[in-house]
């Protein structure tokens, strides 16, 4: 079976993230795409982010009906840890291979914007050899990119990478010591910083705090049918308010005026 662990903030969670996600299911057949929201996202470690819960929850609704795409709780705190430590993805790459069978055939999926810094990563080398990368591509960037975002120990020669400079982000990439799959581009008119406004608010009302601090005490870390049914049973109370509309709205790139006066505390309510 094929798997693509689909990492990021996600704050929040768009038709961008989620239009990559489908090309890149029917490009490299995918069975399963986990979108992992990060704990403490090492290269956000001094910004401010949404709570994980909150996150987890807006990641949930948003991939309500997609068969095969996971709301993943690999990242989530650890509730009785002291210190909590950034979301490495190595480690995560390695936890997740310790559940797999034999058969399956595990990607790490990344947008191309992301993967220029994937030199300055914790241990990058490690995490290329760990498994298959796929590259999504992004406007302004070749394969000369890619190539040069490379640790500088897997990097091709720059007389070789020069070449690439023309090439748009396309085929595998086979390299000693690292594979990657480029996906072409994917064309979404979404801008994330509309949609953080137009969910402000929701974050802000007493019902989703509450959901958030049943998912907070969830007994197992590897308990996504706890925290699923905890968001479900919140979802059920917010049908035709605010939640609703953040799945069909703001999550396709809609958040006009109305949409975000819906999500003002007070037009929330039952059924």
């Known amino acids: 079976m094929n798997i693509a662990l689909f990492g990021g903030t996600f704050d929040p969670i768009h038709r961008g993230h989620l239009t990559v996600a489908r090309a890149a299911v029917a490009a490299f057949e995918l069975k399963q795409v986990w979108f992992i929201p990060a704990d403490i996202p090492p290269h956000k470690q001094k910004t401010p982010i949404t709570s994980f819960y909150h996150r987890y929850a807006m990641v949930s609704l948003a991939l309500a009906g997609e068969k095969e795409f996971i709301p ?19 480690e995560t790459v390695r936890r997740v291979k310790k559940s797999l069978g034999k058969s399956d055939h595990l990607y790490f999926l990344i947008g191309m914007d992301a993967f220029k810094d994937i030199a300055k990563w914790y241990k990058s080398e490690e995490l290329l050899a760990e498994c298959d990368f796929i590259v999504a591509a992004r406007p302004g960037y070749s394969l000369a990119d890619v190539a040069s975002s490379l640790p500088p120990k897997l990097r091709p020669a720059a007389n070789v990478t020069k070449l690439f400079r023309k090439e748009k982000i396309e085929g595998p990439l086979v390299l000693s010591g690292a594979t990657l799959y480029m996906l072409p581009e994917t064309h979404e008119k979404v801008s994330a910083t509309q949609i953080r406004a137009a969910a402000e608010d929701v974050l802000k009302d007493d019902r989703f705090a509450t959901v958030a601090r049943r998912l907070a005490t969830t007994p197992s870390r590897s308990s996504a049918s706890s925290a699923t049914k905890a968001i479900i049973s919140f979802f059920k109370d917010l049908t035709r308010t605010a939640w609703r509309l953040l799945a069909f709205r703001c999550s396709q790139g809609v958040c006009d005026d109305r949409s975000k006066n819906a999500f003002r505390p007070s037009s929330a309510g039952g059924g």
């Open 72 to 90: 993943s709780l690999v990242e989530v705190p650890d509730p009785d840890a002291k210190d909590r430590k950034p979301s490495y993805s190595l």
